[in-house]
C-alpha cells in the first residue's frame, strides 16, 4: 500500500478514536456526573451498574487506540515535527495514562466493582478526569495548529525544541498533571470551571509558545 495513503488511514483512525474518547470525557464530566449528583437512589444504583461500566469500556479502549495511532503518526511525521506537536503529544500521553493508571483502577473502586474506599477513589477518579478535560482544549489547538498556524517552526528534534517558550509550556503541562496526581480539583470542581480553566490554559500555554 501507497506510504500516504497508509498515513492517511492513520490520521483518519486517530481522529476517530479521539472522537469517541474526548466525547466520552465530556459526557462523564459535563452530563453523566450532573446526574449521578440528581438521580434517585434506584436510578444511580443502575447506573453504576449498568451504563457507567460500559460507558467506561469504551472510553479506556478509545482512549488506548487514540494512543497506539498517534505514536505511529509521529513516525509518519518525521521531519515534520515541530513543538505544537510535541506538545499535543505529552498532553495526550499524560491524558491516556490518567485513563489507564489512575480514571479506571480508582472508578472500579467507586462504583463498587472492587472493594475498596470508594469515596476517596471517586475523588482521584474525578481529579484525574478533570485534568484530561483541562488538557483537552490545548492538545486539540496544538495539532490544529501545527498546520494551520503560519509562524510554526518545523524544523526536527532540535535545539528549537529547548527554547525558552516551549521548556516553559511544558513546566507547566508536568505540574498540572502532578496536581492531577497529588492535588486538588480546585477552580475545576464545576463544569463551567474547568471549561473556563481549559480555554485559559490553551490561550496560556500557546501564548507562551509563540511569544517567548
Same mark, same amino acid.
Given at each position: 500500500m501507497? @506510504?500516504?495513503?497508509l498515513?492517511?488511514? $492513520?490520521?483518519? =483512525?486517530?481522529? %476517530?478514536?479521539g472522537?469517541t474518547w474526548?466525547g466520552l470525557l #465530556? #459526557?462523564f464530566?459535563?452530563?453523566?456526573? *450532573?446526574?449521578?449528583?440528581? &438521580? ?14 460500559? &460507558?467506561l469500556?469504551? !472510553?479506556?479502549w478509545?482512549?488506548? !487506540? ?6 505511529l /503518526? /509521529?513516525g #509518519? ?6 513543538d ?8 495526550g ?18 462504583l463498587?466493582?472492587v472493594?475498596g ?5 471517586g ?9 484530561n478535560t %483541562?488538557? @483537552?482544549a490545548?492538545?486539540?489547538? *496544538?495539532? +490544529?495548529?501545527s498546520q494551520?498556524i503560519?509562524a510554526?517552526?518545523? @524544523? @526536527?528534534?532540535s &535545539?528549537d525544541?529547548?527554547?525558552t517558550g516551549?521548556l516553559?509550556?511544558?513546566a507547566?503541562?508536568v %505540574? +498540572?498533571e ?8 480546585g477552580p ?5 470551571? $474547568?471549561?473556563h480553566?481549559s %480555554? =485559559?490554559l490553551?490561550a496560556?500555554i ?7
Open positions: 501507497d @506510504s500516504e495513503i498515513s492517511f488511514i $492513520v490520521r483518519w =483512525a486517530h481522529v %476517530l478514536f472522537i474526548i #465530556y #459526557y464530566n459535563f452530563i453523566q456526573g *450532573g446526574y449521578f449528583k440528581a &438521580a434517585s437512589p434506584e436510578g444511580l444504583s443502575d447506573a453504576k451498574a449498568k451504563l457507567a461500566p460500559e &460507558a469500556w469504551w !472510553f479506556r478509545a482512549a488506548m !487506540f487514540t494512543f497506539i495511532t498517534g505514536i /503518526l /509521529l #509518519y511525521l518525521g521531519k515534520a515535527l515541530n505544537y506537536i510535541i506538545l499535543s503529544a505529552l498532553m500521553t499524560l491524558m491516556f495514562l490518567n485513563v489507564w493508571l489512575i480514571i479506571w483502577p480508582n472508578q472500579k473502586v467507586a463498587g466493582m472493594e474506599d470508594g469515596p476517596t477513589a475523588a482521584k477518579a474525578l481529579l484525574a478526569s478533570r485534568t %483541562l488538557f @483537552s490545548p492538545m486539540v489547538f *496544538g495539532m +490544529l495548529g494551520h503560519g510554526l517552526k518545523t @524544523s @526536527s528534534m &535545539a525544541f529547548l527554547s516551549f516553559v509550556a511544558v507547566i503541562i %505540574l +498540572l502532578l496536581n492531577a496526581i497529588f492535588g486538588k480539583t475545576m470542581t464545576t463544569v463551567k470551571g $474547568v471549561i480553566a %480555554l =485559559a490553551t496560556v500557546f501564548g507562551v509558545l509563540y511569544y517567548v
